[in-house]
């Protein structure tokens, strides 16, 4: 799995209450438009660094692609969604968010929650489907002593 800083949204993000990630990518102003909806399909990637909150079982987590035409991604819309099921809640876990139909200038993600004490911390990147995986996988050094 490759992270760029540039594509970097969300670093460590402490989330407790609805928010947007703390960095957007910016498509750009450019004729022609960038169109990065076709093709390979690409979404955020977003792991769960600190374990979502669910100590009262009320708590609701849904993480959002959204686009605007604002950098601070004020009046978005949604164009991908993923509500985290028990598994994804779990620290370590790995949630791709696909992106559909790009428009807009600025990309971002929203994180919408919900319940008592709602908390939970996640980092986050727009990567391609192809380079995102869900496990490690760690190779044999290729050298002998």
Not at 89 to 116: E, I, Q
């Amino acid at each position: 799995m490759y992270v760029d800083a540039f594509t970097l949204v969300s670093d460590s993000q402490a989330v407790t209450a609805d928010a947007v990630s703390t960095h957007t990518i910016d498509l750009s102003n450019v004729t022609p438009k960038r169109d990065v909806s076709v093709g390979e399909e690409i979404g955020f990637a977003v792991a769960i660094e600190v374990a979502a909150d669910f100590t009262t079982t009320d708590e609701t987590y849904v993480i959002q692609a959204i686009q605007s035409a604002n950098a601070n991604l004020t009046s978005p819309d949604v164009i991908g969604q993923v509500t985290l099921s028990a598994a994804q809640r779990a620290a370590g876990s790995l949630v791709f968010v696909p992106l559909s139909d790009v428009t807009k200038r600025y990309l971002g993600l929203n994180f919408d929650v919900g319940g008592t004490t709602p908390t939970v911390t996640v980092s986050a990147w727009l990567t391609s489907r192809k380079l995102f995986s869900k496990t490690h996988t760690y190779y044999a050094r290729a050298y002998a002593v």
